[in-house]
């Protein structure tokens, strides 16, 4: 399957500091998608996104495809913003149905 | 409905014991995903139905699981003679459009929170 790799795995802010999460794959995707997973477990979409740069709010994303890689961009934290940030991708062939899924960055928003 | 929506929310079972978790998929939302999330650690693959067909179920970790899909709405995960290490959040996922097609992301459920003492 396709590999997934997120980093940081943690990352520690202070309120209203800025931050860079990273996401690299092994393979060419169709389809990427960043989720993210509040301190109650509930997984929100933030942004699908298989190429280019879509903005929402203080967030924003950029994939290079060709490249094989994703950063999501967080800017001007809020303690809201604590919990697990995920990047999945699609599948292809056989497990065209699946997501593969990185291990996460957790992020922590201290006031 | 307006969101992805699971039944029970938390479910606490005997070792031995079977049981069922539903999921009820936003209308209209023709792809419905199963995923299980351990303590700690990232999404799982179960498996994926497209209407009411299951065209990958090499997720499904044993024969003690099965799922199933009515009228292209409400799926129902059953795992039979449960072990403690099913223990772990079950999260069910639906988009518009299956696998393949460009355009559609994922919402989630909240999950069901199974614990097998």
């Known amino acids: 399957g396709i590999q997934v790799e997120q980093s940081p795995p943690d990352l520690i802010l202070q309120e209203g500091a800025n931050s860079t999460l990273r996401c690299n794959f092994s393979d060419s995707v169709n389809n990427l998608q960043w989720f993210h997973q509040n301190p109650w477990g509930q997984l929100i979409n933030l942004f699908y996104?298989?190429?280019g740069t879509k903005q929402n709010g203080r967030l924003s994303a950029t994939t290079v495809a060709t490249e094989r890689y994703s950063l999501l961009y967080i800017s001007s934290s809020q303690t809201t913003d604590s919990g697990v940030y995920f990047c999945a991708v699609d599948g292809r062939g056989s497990t065209l149905g699946r997501l593969y899924f990185g291990r996460g960055t957790q992020l922590t928003v201290w006031p | 409905g307006a969101g992805v929506s699971q039944s029970p929310s938390n479910k606490v079972t005997e070792k031995g014991k079977d049981v069922e978790l539903r999921c009820d998929p936003i209308s209209g939302h023709t792809a419905l995903y199963w995923y299980r999330q351990s303590l700690g650690q990232g999404l799982e693959f179960l498996i994926y139905f497209q209407g009411n067909s299951a065209p990958d179920k090499s997720g499904l970790p044993s024969d003690r699981f099965s799922a199933e899909r009515t009228g292209g709405s409400v799926s129902t995960l059953t795992i039979q003679r449960t072990q403690q290490e099913d223990s772990a959040v079950y999260l069910c996922a639906s988009s518009l459009a299956g696998a393949g097609v460009s355009g559609y992301g994922y919402t989630f459920g909240s999950g069901t929170r199974l614990t097998v003492v």
């Open positions: 996104i298989p190429s």
